[in-house]
């Protein structure tokens, strides 16, 4: 659950909302993976809104961040307290407008929202995977979700769509299945990652393993990482922050006091908040889910894995329109990294459109409602709804 979204003002949602299941790759057609591993069975959470037309041609596949998970928009029951992560723009009459588009979010491979990871029970020992999980790769998760596509009965997408490792899955879809791509909007993303954001994962990594509960892996049974899951959580919110969004929000107030407290309790506003979102954080994420996920996205590199080096050559494969969208205050994916990846596109003469989004919130910016963003977006999928051919 985004800590940004809120109830739509005007009352436009989808409703009430219910996960689903698919599971495949049952033995002993288990599915390979690209660290050499096999696994199965799988099981994929998922979540659709709005209706598939008669030809197949209105189906958009969202993909979603680290902490996101499938429920992207509307309500589980009428009393939860917020709506899906992505609500502002999934609806009736919004951006990805669910009374055209038919809508479908995942919880990716090695998850912990339903999907199979490694909390999931491992069928040779009946215990959960632990650090017995295989690793997997963004292609594996994408792949898997090809699987659930064409289990729907879709055999184009009119559009992939996502945000910071959503939008690393965007890029895999595009250029693993461009048969499958009409139109694809990587959102505050990158090709691969910089050492500054390898460097963070690593020391969130890190936080977690130097838990004394954290075991190996093997907390299952007993009292679970919490402490080092936080800090990693921690670590995370300050890279998706921007400096500007941490002065306006906390500056150097203090919290419930008017002195410092000389001590090593919380004095400060954002510390204060930090500490909040860890807590929050632990009491919905696996930390090993954390682990995996990490270095799936410190692996993910367009050039090496599409390229054989080279940008350029990646993007040859590719076949979608393109909307590629950064944020002017994103610092973990900076716009430098979306210009990088536009320029390689365009030498290939792909259809490409590019836009900085003035925005002080740092990377977390697509997960908050910005009018000229929301625009954006549909403009380009009434756009290419126009142009797609099943």
């Not at 509307?74 to 009393?79: A, F, I, P, R, T």
């Not at 994962?201 to 890190?206: C, I, L, P, T, Y």
């Not at 002195?259 to 204060?272: A, C, K, L, N, Y």
């Amino acid at each position: 659950m985004s800590e940004y979204i809120t109830h739509d003002q005007r009352g436009r949602s989808v409703g009430i909302v219910q996960k689903k299941y698919f599971t495949f790759a049952y033995p002993p057609d288990l599915f390979p993976l690209e660290c050499g591993a096999k696994l199965g069975p799988i099981t994929l959470a998922y979540e659709t809104y709005g209706q598939l037309n008669a030809d197949r041609s209105n189906a958009i596949l969202i993909l979603h961040a680290l902490s996101g998970d499938s429920h992207v928009a509307g309500y589980y029951s009428k009393d939860d307290p917020k709506p899906g992560w992505w609500d502002f723009m999934v609806g009736p009459g919004k951006a990805i407008d669910t009374n055209k588009y038919f809508v479908i979010c995942s919880n990716i491979l090695g998850g912990c929202a339903g999907s199979t990871g490694p909390s999931s029970i491992n069928p040779r020992t009946g215990k959960p995977y632990a650090l017995d999980f295989p690793f997997v790769t963004i292609g594996d998760m994408v792949r898997a979700q090809k699987v659930l596509i064409e289990h729907l009965g879709i055999r184009k997408l009119l559009a992939v769509i996502g945000g910071s490792l959503g939008g690393m899955q965007v890029l895999e879809w595009a250029l693993r299945y461009p048969e499958m791509v009409h139109a694809a909007i990587p959102i505050a993303t990158t090709t691969r990652h910089s050492a500054l954001a390898i460097a963070f994962n690593e020391v969130a990594r890190q936080a977690i393993m130097a838990d004394p509960n954290w075991r190996g892996g093997n907390y299952y049974d007993g009292p679970r990482p919490e402490m080092g899951l936080a800090v990693a959580r921690m670590i995370g919110h300050i890279t998706y922050l921007s400096d500007r969004a941490l002065r306006r929000k906390f500056g150097r107030r203090l919290q419930n006091k008017s002195q410092f407290s000389f001590g090593f309790d919380v004095d400060f506003q954002v510390e204060s908040y930090l500490r909040y979102q860890g807590r929050k954080f632990v009491e919905r994420f696996d930390a090993n889910s954390f682990l995996y996920i990490t270095k799936a996205a410190d692996y993910f590199d367009v050039k090496r894995q599409h390229g054989e080096g080279s940008l350029v050559k990646a993007f040859s494969k590719a076949r979608a329109r393109f909307l590629v969208i950064s944020f002017s205050s994103d610092w973990l994916y900076p716009t430098y990294q979306s210009r990088e990846m536009v320029k390689a596109m365009k030498k290939n003469g792909l259809d490409v459109s590019f836009c900085e989004i003035e925005a002080d919130w740092g990377h977390d910016a697509f997960l908050i409602p910005n009018e000229k963003f929301e625009n954006l977006v549909a403009a380009f999928l009434e756009r290419v709804s126009r142009e797609f051919e099943p």
